[in-house]
């Protein structure tokens, strides 16, 4: 199929639409000092944030594998909480390329493996309450990504086929998803890669640099110029 023959885009949260490191980073700098750490390598972490407080506070603290984690993880997810958009700002090209798929008609939805304790604050935070036709958080299903169920979930919200969606992310989870789901799927090059992994590999559909580039890939131009 080719992709402007698709009718809906979904998206991963973090790492693709929004830049939540600075504030994920800055509980994990909170969490350091509590413990007598200076802040942390934010550039060297950065491309953690989007594996989950687990993932952030493992990669976070190197120095103290002997801590019990899950107390200090509770502590850092409220003080994340507490936090969650003082930094987070969308993509640069996020919010343009949003209104061109909304104004070519394009359906939106969202599927991060993200809570909804934080998921829901940060969509109004963006002002994006009425942007998505669906959340898909990783509370609302059982299994989370890269099970294919959440982006099958959002498929049957938006009621669109999966033949005829994108799945757009940052991560190989993304892709495995998506592709397990029988989506198409892109890879947001700007987003949490670890440098480690080549995304040339995870089979994607598409490896997009930048948000334009995304639009200029799903050739919808035309369908603009029609209306």
């Known amino acids: 199929m080719a992709t402007r023959d698709i009718s809906a885009v979904l998206f991963d949260l973090d790492g693709t639409l929004i830049d939540s490191a600075p504030d994920l980073l800055a509980a994990l700098d909170r ?5 007598g750490l200076p802040a942390g390598d934010h550039a060297a972490l950065r491309h953690h944030a989007s594996r989950g407080a687990a993932g952030i506070l493992t990669a976070g603290l190197p120095e103290r594998s002997d801590l019990d984690m ?35 008609g394009r359906a939106l939805g969202i ?29 609302r299903v059982r299994r989370p990504k890269p099970d294919p169920e959440p982006v099958q979930m959002a498929c049957q919200a938006i009621g669109v086929v ?35 992994e080549n995304p040339l590999e995870w089979g994607a559909d598409l490896l997009v640099e930048s948000p334009d580039a995304l639009w200029t890939a799903l050739g919808l131009e035309q369908a603009l110029d029609r209306k």
Do not use: H
């Open 31 to 35: 969490a350091r000092d509590r413990l």
């Open 162 to 196: 999966p033949e005829r969606v994108l799945f757009v992310g940052d991560d190989r989870r993304d892709v495995e998803a998506g592709l397990a789901a029988g989506t198409m799927t892109a890879v947001a090059a700007w987003g949490y890669i670890d440098p480690c």
């Open 70 to 104: 899950e107390a200090i993880k509770q502590q850092f997810l409220d003080d994340y909480a507490a936090e969650l958009w003082c930094r987070t700002r969308p993509f640069s090209g996020i919010e343009q390329l949003l209104a061109r798929l909304a104004d070519a």
């Open 111 to 139: 599927v991060t493996n993200k809570i909804s304790r934080f998921a829901d604050p940060v969509l109004e935070q963006a002002g994006w309450e009425e942007r998505f036709a669906c959340l898909v958080t990783g509370d």
